[in-house]
């Protein structure tokens, strides 16, 4: 590690032993010192920089500390790999430091108004725990014109601080255990643990953490809320500036832009199985309807800023991993099968609440547009699950796969999976729908009732249901090959035992199908089972898609026109038709 000499203002290295030093955090501004300019010898006390380094080393010699740390001066940015190694142990720089200096460069103190006054600090603290103890509950009582006032002061003058703004200055504010504040004429106005209300209140940070709390406690989706609306001058420093935050280390590429923060966020899903790094919304100007699993910057993260860990964790059993597929699960998606209203979803469980609404779970909703592949839906809706429902709902117990790899083209992958698809419809007053079982599993989307064809020319899929009486179902069989579908419909116990089989070819399924002369309905007493085929739009991500819709019709034998003669007349009639090709 380099030091400055606070006396000599000469570099020091330590690599063990490190004195103690204090370190600076400010705002960059014209005319900084650089590393080569001091080592040239060139004068630069001149500088504007020179001022925030002479005025450091003054502050701390008067506090018995005869070096610093100074972002501007101690890094030599020419070389990659020293600047690598800084940016991965800055949090640790500053965590190790004696004092912090933070130089608010634009704020000027008020002669007559003080934020260390007590009762500005009692106001802050005392309305912090009011809400905290409000929370989830009711609202918290309307704040007074004299609260009122102080916040408006404080709203118009520290708290348009540059500051409070850059992305840099986040981890220098958490990091060290003592950070004093000065004003743009280095005049002190308080520390952070004096502060820590006021500045929780600015920042959005928990008070707790502020004065020492443990970090890895908060979730990383809050977390990740802190750095909502901070900007740095190079995009990826938006997700350099977080490593300590998040205790990550990476390898530092300039130049790869928003990968950096995708780079950032795979590197937390590794070391961490925080789930609530999912939590995010897209902004107001995203009009997509899907999106891999990953944010695209912190700013989508503002909805994060009261997240906490639910009374119990639904996703214990789970287990996930990055893999180049996307994001491998098992036993972690779940179907919702009661409500009318998210009835055949697909939401993945993030185990994380808003502490005001404790009950319900945030969660990812899911659209299946590949074998055992889904993307985020509707990724700008803050979604919410009741927790009862969480645990009624049942687990997809195959590996899947969620889109980690955002693309231009996701969207019309999505949409462009159901083409040529089969959806299917049974009469609700026939049959169990909570019992329908699919073959190939992974091609079967249960949100939309629809056998995807992911654009293949050859696909099968078979439907296995159970009646509501006691007596067992049907089966129902589709091929498509070259876009001419085949299907057919037996009794549970009828099923050619060729057919009963998941690796099965779709030309195989053809080859059966063709050999069977009637199969387009199924007399199972008490139901009569018919098959009837239209072309027709397909729901769910698919919309304005045509694809093909089976209908299976049921009436009770008994309801027939005149009894059995009549039920063999009528079916004679159906099966001389011609069959849909």
Request: aromatic letters at 10%; hydrophobic letters at 35%; proline letters at 4%.
């Amino acid at each position: 590690m380099r030091l400055l000499n606070c006396k000599s203002l000469a570099f020091e290295e330590f690599v063990q032993n490190v004195p103690r030093y204090a370190i600076l955090s400010h705002t960059w501004g014209d005319e900084e010192v650089t590393f080569d300019a001091m080592k040239s010898g060139a004068p630069v006390s001149q500088l504007k920089g020179h001022e925030k380094i002479s005025a450091t080393c003054r502050i701390a010699q008067e506090q018995g500390l005869d070096y610093a740390w100074i972002d501007t001066c101690c890094i030599d940015k020419s070389s990659s790999s020293e600047l690598s190694e800084a940016i991965n142990s800055m949090f640790a720089w500053y965590r190790g430091a004696a004092v912090c200096y933070a130089w608010l460069s634009d704020y000027a103190q008020d002669p007559a108004f003080s934020l260390t006054d007590d009762a500005v600090l009692a106001s802050f603290a005392l309305r912090e725990s009011i809400t905290e103890l409000d929370r989830g509950f009711s609202d918290p009582p309307p704040l007074t014109y004299k609260e009122l006032d102080v916040r408006n002061h404080i709203g118009e003058s520290l708290k348009r601080c540059r500051w409070f703004s850059r992305g840099w200055t986040l981890q220098e504010l958490i990091a060290p255990k003592h950070v004093e504040f000065y004003d743009r004429d280095w005049n002190r106005f308080g520390s952070k643990t004096q502060l820590a209300h006021i500045l929780s209140w600015i920042t959005g940070i928990d008070s707790g953490v502020l004065k020492g709390g443990p970090l890895d406690q908060v979730l990383v989706g809050r977390r990740m809320s802190w750095a909502a609306n901070r900007q740095t001058r190079r995009v990826e420093d938006m997700a350099y500036c977080l490593l300590g935050i998040f205790d990550i280390n990476m390898p530092l590429l300039y130049g790869e832009n928003e990968k950096a923060f995708t780079r950032l966020q795979e590197e937390i899903i590794r070391s961490s199985n925080d789930l609530s790094i999912f939590a995010w919304t897209a902004t107001l100007g995203d009009k997509r309807s899907f999106r891999s699993l990953w944010a695209s910057s912190p700013n989508e993260f503002k909805s994060c800023q009261f997240l906490v860990k639910p009374t119990l964790e639904w996703n214990v059993r789970g287990e996930y991993s990055i893999t180049s597929r996307g994001l491998r699960t098992r036993d972690m998606i779940r179907i919702v099968r009661g409500g009318a209203s998210r009835k055949g979803s697909y939401f993945l469980p993030l185990d994380c609440v808003d502490a005001r609404l404790k009950k319900d779970i945030r969660f990812v909703s899911l659209e299946q547009y590949g074998p055992s592949l889904f993307a985020r839906r509707k990724p700008w809706l803050y979604d919410t699950v009741v927790d009862i429902e969480v645990s009624q709902a049942s687990r997809l117990p195959l590996a899947q796969y969620i889109c980690c790899r955002e693309s231009p083209d996701l969207e019309a992958m999505v949409r462009s999976s159901h083409v040529g698809s089969v959806q299917i419809e049974f009469s609700l007053s026939a049959f169990d729908e909570t019992s329908i079982t699919v073959q190939p599993e992974t091609d079967w989307d249960l949100r939309n009732s629809i056998l995807l064809s992911y654009l293949r020319r050859h696909f099968w899929g078979c439907w296995r249901i159970r009646t509501m009486s006691d007596e067992p179902g049907v089966c129902v069989v589709c091929v498509q090959s070259d876009g001419w579908l085949q299907y057919g419909i037996f009794p549970w116990h009828d099923l050619p035992a060729a057919m009963d089989q998941s690796d099965l070819l779709p030309s195989q399924i053809a080859a059966i199908l063709e050999r069977l002369p009637v199969r387009t309905s199924a007399r199972c007493p008490p139901w009569y089972h018919t098959v009837q085929i239209s072309e027709h739009e397909l729901g769910g991500g698919s919309d304005g898609i045509t694809g093909t819709l089976l209908q299976i019709k049921s009436r009770k034998i008994d309801e027939t026109q005149d009894g059995r003669t009549k039920v063999k007349t009528r079916l004679r009639q159906l099966f001389n038709k011609q069959t849909w090709p």
